[in-house]
């Protein structure tokens, strides 16, 4: 059974650095195209950062030159290293993945849409205070 597990979430001043982790397990994370997303209170999910199998990366715009998408493919573990974190930045945050053998819509290497990604973990929150 796929799994991914979030951790790394807390709260910090704006200013600050958090790192998040998502181990996976259950399949070979580096065989998969992965995502971060975030979704703030009364706000919808918004994809925040993707990468595909050969690590090409994407950012949506309002993290770009802050955070930073990576895998360790020996770990099975995606990262999120977030830096200069603003309060506009707080958000339960997803790591995401396409299993291209379970989805019914096909994968899309670097896709910032949460429609693209079937496998999902349980979220960790990143509180960010001003």
């Known amino acids: 059974q796929v799994q991914l597990v979030e951790s790394g979430g807390g709260s910090v001043q704006a200013g600050g650095s958090l790192r998040l982790s998502c181990a996976a397990s259950?399949?070979?994370?580096?065989?998969?195209?992965m995502a971060w997303f975030r979704q703030a209170p009364g706000k919808e999910r918004e994809g925040v950062a993707s990468?595909?199998?050969?690590?090409?990366?994407r950012y949506a715009d309002s993290v770009k030159g802050r955070f930073t998408i990576s895998k360790d493919h020996a770990k099975n573990t995606l990262y999120l290293q977030m830096n200069n974190l603003k309060p506009e930045d707080t958000a339960m945050y997803y790591c995401?993945?396409?299993?291209?053998?379970?989805?019914?819509?096909?994968?899309?290497?670097?896709?910032?849409?949460?429609?693209?990604?079937?496998?999902w973990g349980q979220g960790t929150q990143v509180t960010v205070s001003s």
């Open positions: 995401a993945a396409c299993a291209a053998d379970l989805s019914a819509v096909g994968c899309v290497a670097l896709s910032l849409a949460e429609w693209r990604y079937n496998v």
């Open positions: 259950g399949y070979i994370a580096s065989r998969y195209y």
């Open positions: 990468i595909d199998t050969v690590d090409n990366l």
